[in-house]
């Protein structure tokens, strides 16, 4: 059946909602790119972001190791200085060498530590460099991407405005249909990327371009009731020349 409920002079309306929703396709489709655009952008901060933080954390790690060292060699130090002490008071050679190789022992030890508190230092130093330049490095991205982001949105402010306008032009148009002829509208432009309206041009199809057959050529070209293409169901109509 070609025929579809509805009276033909919705015909003008129909063509009328139609350029409203072909607009409101394009428009659309033009602010979904510049919305993946800017999410494009922010995911690209958010990977510097992320690089950012991991350095951050390297960092605090390497500033822990140094400061656990840097405990460890006062405590040693406190060692000597009770191990001196109990030199003092000594009384018997055997006690006397305990004692020293003990101050030995600890002075040995703080060495080791010491030479590794230099290296970790320098390390942390390092480290800290690297996280000073990317920050420096984030900041820069971060308004520069901001900057971007806002000249999308500013390249947009149009498209938006005539979105919404075509939004309002359809819904107004959509309240003087019947709503079943509306169902029907919106069923077949969404099985059509948004085309749900198309002219006959010597008995071919806008729509898919296929020839429709004559008698419904006539009927189209009469005009007296909606008619819809046999292979692609779009609703059909025929500008009088
Ligand atoms: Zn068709």
Do not use: W
């Amino acid at each position: 059946m070609s025929d579809i409920p509805g009276q033909v002079q919705d015909i003008e309306a129909l063509i009328k909602l139609q350029e409203a929703e072909t607009e409101i396709v394009r428009l659309k489709t033009i602010l979904e790119k510049s919305e993946k655009e800017k999410n494009k952008l922010g995911a690209k901060l958010r990977q510097f972001s992320t690089a950012l933080e991991e350095s951050k954390e390297s960092f605090s790690k390497a500033a822990e190791v140094c400061r656990d060292l840097e405990r460890e060699i006062q405590m040693i130090d406190d060692r000597i200085v009770k191990s001196n002490e109990k030199l003092r008071m000594v009384k018997t050679n055997k006690e006397y060498q305990l004692f020293l190789r003990e101050v030995d022992d600890s002075k040995k030890r703080k060495d080791a530590l010491e030479s590794e508190l230099i290296e970790r230092l320098d390390e942390k130093e390092k480290i800290e460099k690297i996280v000073q330049e990317s920050e420096k490095e984030f900041n820069l991205l971060d308004a520069q991407i901001d900057s971007e982001q806002k000249d999308i949105d500013k390249k947009t402010i149009e498209d938006r405005e005539m979105l919404a306008e075509y939004l309002e032009r359809q819904a107004k148009i959509g309240k003087t249909l019947e709503p079943s002829l509306m169902n029907r509208f919106n069923k077949i432009s969404k099985m059509n990327q948004g085309l749900a309206v198309v002219n006959v041009k010597n008995e071919v199809c806008m729509g898919c371009f296929m020839n429709i057959p004559p008698q419904l050529y006539i009927e189209v070209q009469r005009g007296k009731s909606l008619i819809s293409c046999p292979q692609c169901s779009r609703i059909l109509y025929h500008i009088k020349k």
